[in-house]
């Protein structure tokens, strides 16, 4: 069966960084497209970036670009997000999500398997 776990959330101060982890498993990582989805409190679900599994450099959204970086690791079936410089608008879950057929790569519906979630609390 497929299964996407996040890791690596908890509690840092603004201003400093953290490095969430998503292992998947019963897929063909090489060929999925893997993102990364955050909800804060009370607010809908919201595209944060993705690596294409075409392997072009990945994209984000304009909220953390130059601050979160997105990496994978194909022979560990492993995808990143390096969170620099976090601000309490961070604060929330954060989703991997995975996907062999790439519509609109920002769009949660397009994906079709998901994380549980990692938790990331940012204290001002």
């Known amino acids: 069966q497929v299964q996407l776990v996040e890791s690596g959330g908890g509690s840092v101060q603004a201003g400093g960084s953290l490095r969430l982890s998503c292992k998947a498993s019963g897929l063909s990582f090489n060929w999925q497209t893997l993102a990364w989805f955050h909800q804060a409190p009370r607010q809908d679900r919201e595209f944060v970036g993705a690596a294409p599994w075409s392997g072009d450099e990945p994209v984000y959204t304009d909220s953390v670009k130059g601050r979160f970086v997105i990496a994978r690791d194909n022979t560990k079936s492993t995808v990143y997000l390096q969170m620099n410089n976090v601000t309490s608008d961070d604060t929330g879950f954060y989703y991997c999500?995975?996907?062999?057929?790439?519509?609109?790569?920002?769009?949660?519906?397009?994906?079709?398997?998901w994380g549980q979630g990692t938790q990331v609390t940012v204290a001002s």
């Open positions: 999500a995975a996907t062999g057929n790439i519509v609109e790569i920002r769009t949660a519906s397009a994906y079709d398997y």
